[in-house]
């Protein structure tokens, strides 16, 4: 078989990445969305995803999301039709929402310890008078 190039096709059978879990407490999110984009990465190398074009991906990623998580995208700030079939300007708007969620909550966490904190204080003195 000279001159003849013999082409193998990788095919596998595949489950789609668990549902994104979004009922989480705020401060594990971030990790939560990182831990996901992993997996949800991995799953887009081994299927050959990362050789589609934008719509497939965005089609696929929306079927793993779930419907918790679908309600949350139809609220991301997309300006148009086209912004919403792009892949990278999508991705980008989960990680803002959910990393940017994290450092929300982190600042409204710490002025309840501030809070707290002056309480005790106050506490403090009027026991010492």
């Not at 299927?47 to 991906?57: F, I, M, W």
Request: glycine share 4%.
């Amino acid at each position: 078989m000279s001159g003849t190039t013999i082409s193998t096709k990788f095919s596998c059978n595949v489950s789609l990445p668990p549902k994104i879990e979004l009922r989480i407490r705020c401060e594990n999110l971030s990790k939560e969305w990182k831990q996901w984009r992993e997996v949800r990465d991995a799953y887009a190398r081994v299927t050959e995803l990362l050789n589609k074009t934008s719509r497939p991906r965005v089609a696929t990623f929306i079927t793993c999301i779930g419907k918790e998580a679908l309600e949350v995208h139809n609220g991301l700030p997309f300006q148009c039709d086209e912004e919403k079939a792009d892949i990278s300007k999508m991705l980008a708007f989960w990680a803002n929402h959910c990393i940017g969620e994290q450092t929300s909550c982190t600042s409204d966490i710490n002025s309840i310890i501030a809070r707290s904190n002056r309480q005790n204080q106050s506490t403090l003195k009027r026991l010492s008078l």
